[in-house]
């Protein structure tokens, strides 16, 4: 049987090179990409963590174990592990089941009336995919969703709204109307998560097969017309 590289990481991690065994570990929304939280890790946190599948840290302040989540109910539930070139830093990237600084930001590096958002823009998209999903699994917890009403008409009408908001795209661009086109743009991109999610696809699905164009192209050969 093969053995995951999150089962053979402690093999890597350097804990020793730390005086007090304690490594830092930051940990990652693996969809939106958004930093969550920073917190140390020794050996024994690191194995709980590998075997329950929840980030577990050491915490410096209490002395003992504790996995994240434990009082709020907002695990953070790992997807994969990284260490650095040295071994003596971690890098997590998890799934967030709910907001995970326990003033109830998505993250802990979030302020209140900050100028800037501690996350690249474009990863908002991911967040609103998430929800979108939620709205299919879940219709029950806001029957007056629009989102919900588009899941319970069905793709013909799914579909139907991603062609118009298309055509309004592209009549914005055309004219020049580019407060318009921003408008237009975001609703286009938010049907289309709707669609994607009704098909059973996702947001990676689709950049797996641009990073597969990207490789193919970079790598000197063109895909066919």
Known sequence: MTTSPTRQLHKHMDFAKMPDGLIPVIVQDAHTGQVLMLGYQNEEA???????????FFSRSKQRLWTKGETSGHYLTVVSQHPDCDQDALLIRAIPDGPTCHRGTTSCFEQPNQTAYPAAAVSFIAELERLVQRRQRYPEEDPKSYTA???????PKIAQKVGEEAVETVIDAVGGNTEGLKGEAADLLYHLLVLLTAAGLSLEDVVQVLRQRHSTITGGVRRPE
């Open 46 to 56: 690191q194995r709980v963590t590998r075997q329950s599948g929840r980030v577990t």
């Open 149 to 155: 009403s588009l899941f319970r008409k069905g793709m």
